[in-house]
């Protein structure tokens, strides 16, 4: 499923996935004077992706703020400044730098309205580049959406496309609770049709990507398309995949999971986060929990990340997450009853 798919009749234009959040940014700055942008390295410079870009010079240096290097101190004044009525959103250089700042995130952000009765909101908006494939190794190559979907008052996406790109943000400054997007560092350069103007994707709504009756596979980020890859591979087989793009790792959208489940029979998860404790246990527990168990007819299996920190060895690298020949693999095994 494609934007123009989703959006039929609105003008569109190819971007980049950069350029899609960067039109988001321009769009809200534009429309709502509350909106403001935060992060390190985000206004002259551009951003430490170049997805900020130009926006410095175009709304000035008050509504996009370079912060000092500090994550903890810079997620604290995004979520104060939330509190207070603006809309922060605030850019971490990596997702692993985010460690630095869960006191913020974790016991802040996530928790002060519920704290505060809901008389206060925190729509802040943390958007984190994230996962590996850049050669930026072990410390700046990790997968933490499982970390930040275990917390209650969040809200975590990873959009796998230019259009859900802009549209998941847009929906997230919407909100009146903390959001998390994790932008896969390797989709960044991708581009594809995006409708111009305001939309929202909506957050907790999964999007079949491609029907197919015999398997489902259940995927976000980069994984989406892998699952492709390997779904159009399986076709030539004689295999029809239905591919989900998961989009909303909490909430989850259960109904479209356990839906394809209870018409394929056999389900596999794909996630680039260690195998242990990662969103596709959650989503075989959700599934091993509903009416969709009774209708599998072969294990669950889960296809995640390897035990180990992100190597800098490319060759290593590529081995320590699920590509493309993996996902062929399981699916082919799972299909013959050889699981």
């Known amino acids: 499923m494609n934007a123009q798919t989703l959006f039929p009749e609105v003008q569109q234009r190819e971007m980049s996935f950069a350029e899609a959040i960067r039109d988001a940014m321009a769009i809200a700055l534009e429309r709502d004077p509350t909106v403001i942008l935060m992060g390190e390295d985000i206004g002259v410079y551009g951003g430490a992706f170049q997805v900020t870009g130009d926006l410095i010079e175009r709304f000035g240096a008050d509504r996009v703020i370079d912060t000092p290097i500090s994550e903890l101190g810079g ?61 930026a190794a072990a410390q700046h190559s990790q997968s933490f959406e499982a970390w930040f979907g275990h917390v209650p008052g969040l809200k975590v996406v ?29 989709l960044y350069k991708m581009k594809g049709p995006v409708p111009l103007g305001h ?37 030539k087989e004689g295999i029809e995949a239905e591919v989900i793009d998961l989009r909303s790792v909490r909430p989850i959208d259960r109904a479209t999971i356990i ?70 693999s399981v699916v082919r095994r799972l299909v013959r009853g050889e699981v």
Do not use: W
């Open 75 to 135: 997620a604290g004044v995004a979520v104060g400044a939330a509190l207070t009525g603006l809309k922060p959103i605030f850019e971490f250089q990596f997702s692993d730098f985010a460690a630095l700042a869960m006191e913020q995130i974790v016991n802040q952000a996530a928790k002060l309205r519920y704290m505060l009765g809901g008389e206060a909101a925190v729509p802040v908006v943390f958007r984190m580049p994230s996962g590996s494939g850049t050669g």
């Open 259 to 328: 839906a394809s489940v209870r018409k394929t029979g056999k389900l596999v998860c794909v996630y680039e986060g260690v195998r242990t404790l990662g969103v596709g246990a959650e989503i075989s527990a959700l599934i091993a929990e509903s009416e969709a168990f009774d209708y599998l007819d072969a294990p669950i299996q889960r296809l995640g990340g390897a035990e180990a920190p992100i190597p800098y060895n490319p060759d290593l690298e590529r081995a320590a997450v699920p590509q493309t020949p993996d996902i062929l």
């Open 199 to 235: 939309y929202t994707t909506p957050i907790g709504k999964a999007a079949v990507v491609r029907e197919g009756s015999a398997v489902t596979i259940v995927a976000s980020a980069i994984m989406v398309h892998r699952a492709l890859e390997a779904a159009a591979e399986l076709a």
């Open 158 to 186: 990873q959009p796998s496309t230019p259009a859900d790109a802009k549209g998941l943000l847009l929906a997230a400054l919407e909100d009146p609770d903390p959001v998390i997007i994790f932008e896969h560092k390797l």
